[in-house]
């Protein structure tokens, strides 16, 4: 969320953080499922429930979003 949150106020990619935190989105991608993992810092829950699941949803957007922002900048 922050990678897409920096962009948006105005950060460029290959500003040395933000292109780390991107290069990290690429390498953390799950290649089975194409999703980021993610997890609740409130609480535990079942990552394969409905709640659970919810969390890499979240992250997976977030992590699409700043990943398709940043390839939109290149242009």
């Not at 920096?6 to 990290?24: F, K, Y």
């Not at 989105?25 to 997890?39: H, S």
């Not at 969390?55 to 390839?71: I, K």
């Amino acid at each position: 969320m922050i990678a897409y949150a920096l962009q948006r106020a105005g950060v460029r990619p290959a500003q040395e953080n933000l292109s780390r935190a991107l290069g990290w989105l690429v390498q953390n991608q799950d290649p089975t499922t194409g999703r980021w993992l993610a997890t609740s810092l409130n609480k535990e829950r079942d990552p394969t429930s409905e709640r659970g699941l919810f969390m890499s949803d979240a992250a997976t957007a977030f992590a699409v979003l700043a990943l398709t922002q940043a390839d939109s900048a290149k242009e």
